[in-house]
């Protein structure tokens, strides 16, 4: 196959990163290191001990989080010495946040929609603010679609889901737009949770439904794909390809997250392995090369509870390693 790279009108504007954070084909590499272990650990720790992931941290665009974890982790001086940091190392800040959610969420355990999750961000908001956060470069949506699977009325049918899903999040977009006009707005979706039609449909009914609504609709979508049901007769890359190329005639950014799939679905006493994270994160790396996809922007994030620390780099272990690693690993040529 032809290697190919799927461009859209965004990509120029993605992140406004240094050459230096975009990778040998310049695609923009965001990472999210893993909020649980040890209470937000990993990102204290590329804060503190920043000369332990200096090489890592070149190759960066920026680096995000969950503002209701951030809430709950650090103090208000933990927060004002995070976001020195981040403007030290001229890094962007991106959020992930909920749209809908239905009860027993993570937060507080209430049900979300758009305007109840707006609100709960300008809490937020304000409490960072006043830490000095500085300007968000993204807000990525916390699969809007796949959640309204639960919390649209029950007697409805899978397209009247699809459509609740697809109005919050619409709405959410026009509630961020008018607060943060600057930044960069879009969906998470899972796959093969969600099929590729499902995802493509979502996507093309909230972008009409921002055009109807005279609001710029989402800047991109980020793929959350579950590669390793791929073997088990569940999705293909074939799909990511199909849901890519999507996104280019949409003119919004195909933004792919990369983690270890299959590490919740190994042996118990496997899934702690010390190389896990980063053999995964390589494993998906080398697939997406063979099939020939070239997001747009690259998302390194971990929500497992590996790896256990973020830095040294030089320890293969660590969530900074496998930002090298993955780095190094997006230089091989595609197939052609």
């Known amino acids: 196959m032809t290697r190919r790279r799927f461009l859209s009108a965004g990509v120029g504007a993605l992140v406004g990163a240094s050459a230096g954070a975009l990778g040998a ?11 649980w272990p040890g209470n937000g ?32 982790h650090y ?36 049900p979300l929609d758009a305007e109840a999750a707006f609100r709960q961000w300008k809490l937020f908001e304000e409490r960072m603010l006043a830490a000095g956060m500085p300007e968000i470069r993204w807000f990525a949506f916390d699969e809007p679609i796949y ?22 999040t619409a709405a959410f977009i026009g509630l961020m737009r008018r607060s943060r006009p600057r930044a960069r707005l879009g969906p998470i979706e899972p796959y093969p949770a969600l099929s590729a039609d499902e995802i493509i449909g979502a996507v093309t009914e909230i972008n009409g439904l921002c055009r109807t609504a005279k609001v710029r609709g989402p800047d991109f979508l980020r793929l959350d794909v579950d590669w390793s049901l791929f073997d088990r ?14 996104c280019g005639k949409l003119r919004i950014t195909f933004s792919l997250i990369y ?9 118990e006493r ?23 996809i070239r997001p747009d922007e690259v998302v390194l994030e971990s929500w497992l509870h590996v790896p256990q620390h973020a830095v040294p780099e030089c320890d293969p272990t660590t969530f900074a390693a496998s930002i090298r690693a993955l780095e190094q690993a997006m230089r091989e040529p595609a197939r052609q």
């Open 25 to 35: 084909d310049r695609r923009p590499m965001w990472v999210m290191p893993p909020p």
């Open 41 to 72: 650990r990993c990102l204290w720790e590329m804060v503190t001990r920043e000369a332990d992931w200096s090489k890592a941290r070149k190759t960066v665009a920026g680096i995000g989080y969950w503002p209701w974890l951030m809430n709950q």
């Open 75 to 110: 103090t208000d001086e933990q927060l004002r010495r995070i976001f020195a940091a981040l403007r030290s190392w001229r890094v962007g800040l991106g959020f992930e946040v909920p749209v809908l959610k239905g009860e027993r969420w993570g937060y507080d355990g209430k």
């Open 147 to 168: 959640a309204a699977r639960h919390s649209a009325p029950k007697f409805a049918d899978p397209a009247d889901r699809l459509r609740h899903g697809a109005e919050q």
């Open 233 to 246: 007769g569940s999705g293909s890359w074939e799909d990511v390809r199909k849901i890519a190329e999507r």
């Open 259 to 267: 983690w270890a799939a299959d590490q919740p679905r190994l042996p």
């Open 270 to 292: 496997e899934r702690e392995g010390p190389l896990i994270w980063r053999d995964g994160v390589l494993r998906q790396a080398a697939m997406c090369r063979q099939a020939g």
